[in-house]
């Protein structure tokens, strides 16, 4: 688990400096999402979201934003691409729904992740 965890934290600073879109006002996660946003270290823990301007990291997966974002009156809608175990699915647009307690993430395929806080 902690190899998935370091390999999906490894894309996300790979992809970081591929995208320059900023939409979102800072990070959002749990804990351990969010303390990884500040400090850079992980522990390894099973239980991991972090959502910001590259993408979505969880303990499992990553999801790479592309494009550019669409506002939209709750959020956003973005072009992402998962990958999980070293397998990458399709490109999807994802809804981003901001609410009082934070991001939700939306799938397709009825998926959703969230609500997820803002890093403090």
Known sequence: MR????TAL?????????SSATFLDGAYGEKEGCTYSQ????????EFFLLNDEGVT???????????PTKTASGFKITAQCE?????GQKE???LKKSPEGYTINFKDGTSWGPLPKCK
């Open 58 to 68: 969880t303990a499992t997966a990553f999801c790479a934003f592309s494009g550019k």
């Open 10 to 18: 490894v894309s996300v600073l790979l992809t970081s400096t591929a």
């Open 84 to 88: 999980s175990e070293g397998e990458k």
């Open 3 to 6: 190899i998935l965890l370091m």
């Open 39 to 46: 400090t850079g270290e992980s522990s390894g823990a099973d």
């Open 93 to 95: 647009t994802v809804d």
